[in-house]
């Protein structure tokens, strides 16, 4: 049984004491909502006269919706999730900035089904993506903190594209959005947050050797979410289970361009996957 608690490794998610709070997102008029880098899908959407969207502008993004009470807190709690998502990339930048990024806010059910069947290439489970320098947010979810943790996940898709030189292979990008999906939230409450909470015994996961090669999501919904979920406990696995300075040497290869498969076994010292999966189930288990 694992107890370390997240706590440990709270670190940079809570403001410290006395320091400034963010200035408040600023209305800004259709006319001075910036469209340098924005690709023509999205700048059709942002004309398109179906929807009337109001826009909000803080430090890193643009935020496009039609109720500014939940695009405030999305703006307020974006903010707050780039600055500790990027605190975890030491050594790297924001390559995007100055230019901010676009969030689109949905809120109709109708209005989301009719963007995911406009989108080539999404699977019809999908709930928000991210792809690029935009992010497009279904407000979903049973409870304020669900529709903040799908935001985590999402912000951290996009802080990846923003900072990374390279693509992240599909489990470990997937694995660290569910991650800080699981934790951002909670963490900037000042809310405590234990492993054992966070990773309740897994009953049956994706064989890792298959997870680590994944170039594609699975087709069905069951597999896509056991897809989801290992690569959320390898990502738990590696970043509280295992010596942190592992992590970071581990990353930084992946970042250096080579196979993250390779560079997981060899970094770890795990003989071959089989290895790694038995150390593995011992935390999944
Ligand atoms: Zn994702």
């Known amino acids: 049984m694992f107890v370390l608690l997240w706590t440990m490794n709270l670190g940079a998610w809570a403001l410290p004491p006395g320091a400034?709070?963010?200035p408040d997102p600023q209305d800004i008029a259709a006319e001075a909502v910036e469209r340098a880098g924005l690709p023509?899908?999205?700048i059709a959407l942002l004309d398109h006269p179906k929807y009337k969207w109001q826009h909000l502008?803080?430090?890193?993004f643009l935020l496009h919706h039609d109720q500014k009470m939940f695009a405030a807190k999305v703006a307020r709690m974006g903010e707050q999730f780039y600055d500790s998502i990027s605190a975890d990339l030491p050594g790297l930048r924001d390559r995007v900035s100055p230019e901010r990024s676009h969030l689109f806010i949905f809120r109709d059910p109708r209005e989301w089904k009719a963007i995911l069947a406009s989108t080539p290439g999404l699977d019809p489970w999908a709930v928000s993506f991210v792809r690029g320098n935009v992010m497009l947010l279904q407000e979903t979810g049973a409870s304020p903190a669900d529709k903040m943790d799908l935001l985590a996940h999402e912000m951290t898709h996009l802080v990846f594209n923003r900072f990374l030189p390279v693509r992240l292979?599909?489990?470990l990008n997937e694995g660290l959005a569910e991650y800080y999906g699981e934790f951002a939230?909670?963490?900037a409450k000042g809310m405590g947050q234990s492993k054992a909470n966070a990773f309740r015994p897994l009953k049956s996961w994706m064989p890792l050797a298959e997870l680590l090669e994944a170039s594609a999501y699975p087709a069905a919904p069951a597999e896509a979410s056991r897809f989801y979920a290992t690569s959320k406990y390898l990502a738990g696995f590696l970043l509280l289970d295992q010596p942190r300075g592992k992590w970071e040497a581990f990353f930084a290869r992946v970042l250096a361009g080579e196979s993250a498969s390779a560079a997981?076994?060899?970094t770890y010292g795990w003989a071959d996957v089989g290895a790694l999966e038995k150390a593995f189930a011992r935390f999944a288990r």
Request: glycine letters at 6%; zero cysteines.
């Open 169 to 171: 292979p599909l489990w």
């Open 264 to 266: 997981l076994l060899d």
């Open 20 to 22: 400034a709070k963010p």
């Open 185 to 187: 939230y909670r963490a």
């Open 57 to 60: 502008q803080t430090a890193h």
């Open 40 to 42: 023509p899908g999205d």
